[in-house]
């Protein structure tokens, strides 16, 4: 029998077998949409043979993106996505046996890659009026404590952390020799960073994609940005050409065009609150904040409109968790998208005749 890593057997994985490809696919929060059809096809024209033929060259980006995020290009490491970013992180400062502490419910790759390096996820479970126990959070951080987790904002709750709540978090895992991850999936759609904690303390690393408002999920490319210390080890633990010939090219295509990155903000924003408005009309239970979703209590189970919604080749995200079994979540796009999906889910699922203010419904931080 051939040895293997017993953490890695007993991993039970999701498999995505079946393609989405012609679905609406408001399931994973990529942007529905995706980059202008134009845009996309100038990038891919200036890709040339040798472009493709050559092992891809990554220093033009990091130099363009230490530019863009004010910070040092020895602070900066290319990812395959913030996937892989994650993964890195618990290659290099995971411990076996050690913990790892995090809220729960929250993005599932942190607990799988946790799982694969043997340790311990600690978890701060948010309660049924979804509400979290911060200082039950922070005592979680103790000595065995390698990895933190922040997810800003939460998905799929959506609540953020506050400035005073995250350098509570960052001190005491110090304290404890741990690094604390703040994971910034949603950068682009909040009016809050955190990036200046990477230059106050040593022991914060700042996770960012460009799946989300910039539309290449497909392209899988994200970035680290850590005290130079954390990033170097990092970069030792890394592939050695961890982005491609095409994702450099995009990123640095869309990093070039800033009015195409704000108006794709834009048309997201008017969607989103064209669904918000359209909920809280019709008096549904719903949370939301500064990413590119919204979730919510449909009055019809939840299992029963996935499958009746993918008939009509929607896709959307449903829950298994006791807290979540009642709830979905919608990827947000643009207002004709949003206008789609409700046109579909209203003939599910009639709203109530009664009606009430949008003002009902109040954002969840």
């Known amino acids: 029998m051939v040895y293997v ?15 989405r490809k ?32 050559s092992y891809p060259e990554t220093t033009r980006l990091v130099q363009r993106l230490a530019a863009e995020m004010s910070c040092r290009t020895d602070q900066l490491c290319l990812t395959n996505g913030s996937d892989d970013a994650i993964r890195l992180v618990f290659n290099v400062f995971g411990k076996s046996g050690d913990s790892f502490v995090s809220v729960s419910p929250s993005f599932e790759m942190y607990g799988v890659y946790a799982a694969m390096n043997g340790m311990i996820h ?25 990895i933190v987790a922040l997810l800003n904002p939460n998905s799929p709750i959506g609540r953020a952390w506050t400035v005073v709540e995250t350098e509570q978090v960052i001190e005491k895992a110090r304290e404890n020799n741990a690094v604390v ?32 408002t910039l539309s290449i999920a497909g392209a ?25 010939c095409f994702a450099l090219a995009l990123a640095e295509s869309i990093l070039d065009n800033p009015q195409l990155i704000q108006e794709m903000i834009a048309h997201e924003q008017t969607g989103r609150q064209y669904l918000i408005d359209q909920l809280a009309r019709d008096s549904y239970p719903l949370h939301y904040s500064t990413g590119n979703y919204v979730l919510f209590q449909p009055r019809t189970a939840p299992q029963q409109l996935f499958d009746r919604l993918k008939e009509r080749r929607i896709l959307i995200k449903t829950y298994q968790a006791p807290l979540l079994k009642d709830w979905i979540r919608i990827t947000t796009g643009g207002a004709a998208v949003m206008k789609q999906f409700w046109d579909h889910f209203i003939e599910l699922e009639p709203p109530l005749s009664m009606k009430s203010s949008p003002e009902s419904a109040g954002e969840f931080v």
């Open 181 to 212: 991850v703040i994971d910034e999936a949603y950068y682009y759609f909040s009016p809050t960073s955190y990036q200046h904690l990477v230059d106050k303390y040593d022991n914060v690393i700042l996770l960012r994609t460009f799946s989300k």
């Open 122 to 146: 600690k978890k701060a479970t948010y309660d049924a009026e979804f509400k979290l126990d911060f200082s039950f959070f922070l005592d979680l951080i103790d000595p065995t404590t390698r």
């Open 5 to 19: 890593n017993s953490s890695i057997a007993q991993l039970n994985r999701i498999s995505y077998a079946e393609s």
């Open 22 to 53: 012609g679905y609406l696919r408001l399931d994973m929060n990529e942007n529905p949409e995706g980059l202008p059809e134009p845009f996309l096809r100038d990038v891919l024209h200036r890709i040339t043979p040798e472009d493709v033929a």
């Open 220 to 244: 899988r490319i994200g970035y680290i940005i850590a005290d130079s210390r954390l990033a170097g080890w990092i970069r030792n633990a890394s592939s050695t050409y961890p982005v491609n």
